[in-house]
């Protein structure tokens, strides 16, 4: 599972890729990423499960009516319970107009959802790429400013009490069985 995880980060890479957005499913039990940054953006979205995402200023934990998106160069880990999620990754050149610095969390709108489910049919490590997926990927990308402007305050403080940072890295790393 991890190294079919950093087989799939690394070939997320501008340097490594041959195309210019693609998706990257993941499905299994819970996991946490090491820290990490891409050269893609990347939206993610849990269509089943938890899905949290920590930046080194805070934390986000989503249920599947929100999705995350990370900007390119962001350093972050992802906290998945038992889930299946789905990102997108988008070469910068894609998001031009985007001034969606960091971590951020929006509204999963319907369409968001389901192009999102659509667009698992082009993983970022094909070969390369065709008209369908580039002009699909576009069209996601210039949606992106309209759903970005949807984004709410719901993040998770970090704490530097050790108590309190202990109950939170629990109780994150345990998003589908953690109890008050």
Known sequence: RTRRYRRARRSRDASRSRVRAGTFVYEGPAFSTDWHAHDFHQLEYATRGALGVASRQTHFAC???QAIWISAGTEHRSLLGL?????IFFAPELTQSLHAGGVRVLRAAPLLR???LYAARW???RARDDTLAETYFATMAALLPEWLDSDG????P????PVIHAAMEYTLAHLTDATP
Do not use: Q
């Open 63 to 65: 249920p599947p009516h």
């Open 83 to 87: 889930a299946r999620t789905v990102s």
């Open 114 to 116: 389901e192009m999102t």
């Open 123 to 125: 993983p970022i490590d």
């Open 153 to 156: 305050p719901w993040s998770l």
């Open 158 to 161: 970090v704490s530097t009490h």
